[in-house]
């Protein structure tokens, strides 16, 4: 599909999506997180879609307001884009998103480390520790004001 | 022998072994939690991080310029690819049309580099299989790249040759005689390594039916490049979404169905041959002109998202920029290759040896910094 029949696909299929500006290179949607996994689904599921392939994960800080989670999809058939933006609520203290590592087996190490280094939280995810760093370590690394001041050099 | 059976009358229980993190078949620091009954696996849980520096925290206080030289650190066997995407993504983003000269001779570098990572990975794969003559035969071809690159680039492994519009320097005088030279040579040598490894029965034993993936599960868990071909799944970036001057050579994309450890050997084998075709059709029409563009000191790249992907020796590479207007980016992720095939690891080791998963993690083709980043 292209891109703006992709769009009007999605918009009939399902309500309350928000897409990004036309000059984005690829499309853009943001999902409210109660919907994430609902479009999941629908994304994976429908045949005219055909979203297969999770290329990327990427966790955000958007600093000071919340965190979120960047999916890249890609459809090994059609071989069309769509990128998906979600955001957790206010980044202090709701900090949790539905996992889909049950639709998207790749995620699940993604979201791991996307726990790890940014602190999100997926509910539902089957093994939720930490990838990279060790258990008793304080804090997450790539949130905008995390601080260490021994291993960090910052100009 | 794809799994072995265990019902038996003797009762046995499960154990933990460490395998790592330094133990010479992870060719790096990868800690695998090995759960085993006997010698059969029924869980591998990876322990990651032992080398990881947090590369993407750093590129979010570096320039773009400086960014591109923490890359060869991530997969350095596939560093010129690497460097490829983020100069790419810089390229892209900024509107910069790079000359046609730079972009044979990138195709041509990326070419060179996934021949020498193929032939040191067919030179530790005998090794770890129990030939260690393999390992002479790839270092000896080997060595002759590095030469060239040494020449041209004056690195041999970390060789930050792109930059932001172009190359840091032209191509040395000598650079497309020797290529040529070696490929003449490695044309020779290719058979040679066949019928060292390829048709031994004892290495086909060791990997036939070893660490199956089907297509489906292939594409669930993200895995990519020759791993993946070895399923038959197509995922060839330089075919789908080509970059540089790969619209403008003719090769084919080696697709096998069968989806075990022999099936990934064989698509790095022939993808080798398929590397010099490349080559080959490119390295005596390199067009004439710059070798770079002029870009600002300071690039700062407009407000918004930016992807690259590009196929390096392992897989699928991406590089995703998001950009506040300012000289870093607000956030940058490299989405590497190794992370997402080692994902599959516990999945296609259950219920094989603890000498099969050393077969399958070799087939596999890690590079631990490029899963620890």
């Known amino acids: 599909m292209t891109r703006t029949e992709l769009q009007s696909f999605l918009s009939s299929k399902m309500e309350g999506l928000e897409f990004g500006e036309e000059t984005t290179q690829y499309l853009t949607v943001t999902a409210p997180k109660e919907k994430l996994r609902e479009l999941m689904f629908l994304l994976k599921d429908t045949e005219e879609l055909a979203f297969d392939y999770m290329f990327s994960l990427t966790a955000v800080d958007w600093f000071p307001k919340s965190l979120g989670v960047i999916y890249h999809l890609e459809s090994t058939k059609f071989r069309h884009i769509l990128v998906v933006h979600v955001n957790t609520g206010n980044r202090e203290d709701d900090v949790t998103i539905d996992t889909v590592s049950d639709i998207y087996p790749t995620a699940h190490f993604h979201e791991r480390e996307a726990y790890d280094l940014m602190g999100i939280i997926f509910d539902g995810h089957s093994d939720l520790r930490r990838l990279f760093l060790t258990d008793d370590w304080v804090g997450h690394p790539l949130r905008k004001d995390y601080v260490d001041e021994a291993n960090m050099i910052v100009k | ?373």
């Open chain 2, 1 to 373: 022998m794809t799994t072995t059976d265990t019902n038996t009358e003797l009762k046995t229980q499960e154990y933990l072994i460490n395998m790592g993190p330094q133990h010479p078949a992870a060719h790096g620091v990868l800690r695998l939690i090995l759960t085993v009954d006997g010698e059969i696996i029924h869980k591998v849980d990876p322990d990651l991080g032992y080398i990881h520096r947090s590369i993407e925290k750093m590129c979010e206080r570096d320039t773009y310029k400086q960014i591109v030289h923490l890359t060869d650190r991530l997969d350095y066997l596939s560093s010129h690819m690497n460097n490829e995407a983020v100069c790419l993504a810089v390229e892209n983003a900024m509107g910069i049309e790079v000359p046609e000269r730079v972009k044979y001779i990138r195709t041509i570098m990326d070419e060179l580099t996934r021949l020498a990572s193929h032939q040191l990975w067919w030179g530790v794969m005998g090794m770890d299989i129990g030939a260690l003559t393999t390992f002479m035969y790839a270092f000896r071809d080997r060595e002759m790249i590095n030469d060239i690159m040494e020449e041209t680039v004056g690195a041999r492994l970390t060789m930050n040759y792109n930059i932001p519009g172009g190359l840091m320097f032209d191509i040395h005088p000598n650079f497309q005689r020797r290529v040529k030279e070696f490929i003449k040579h490695f044309r020779k040598a290719l058979p040679e390594y066949n019928t060292l490894l390829s048709g031994n029965i004892i290495f086909k034993k060791r990997l036939q039916g070893i660490g199956y993936i089907s297509k489906e599960d292939a594409v669930a868990y993200g895995v990519s490049g020759p791993s993946a071909r070895g399923s038959g799944i197509s995922c060839d970036v330089r075919k789908i979404h080509p970059y540089s001057a790969y619209d403008k050579v003719e090769f084919n994309e080696v697709l096998i169905e069968g989806g075990d450890s022999y099936d990934r050997y064989m698509v790095r084998m022939k993808e080798m041959e398929e590397s010099m075709n490349i080559i080959e059709q490119l390295i005596d029409n390199i067009p004439e002109g710059d070798y770079q563009v002029k870009t600002p000191a300071l690039i700062k790249l407009p407000k918004g998202e930016y992807y690259q992907k590009v196929e390096s020796a392992r897989g699928e590479f991406g590089v995703f920029i998001i950009s506040d207007g300012k000289k870093s980016p607000y956030r940058l992720k490299f989405r590497s290759p190794g992370f997402s095939n080692l994902s599959i690891l516990d999945k296609i080791s259950r219920g094989h040896k603890i000498a099969d998963l050393v077969a399958i993690m070799s087939s596999l083709d890690f590079v631990i910094p490029d899963i620890d980043r």
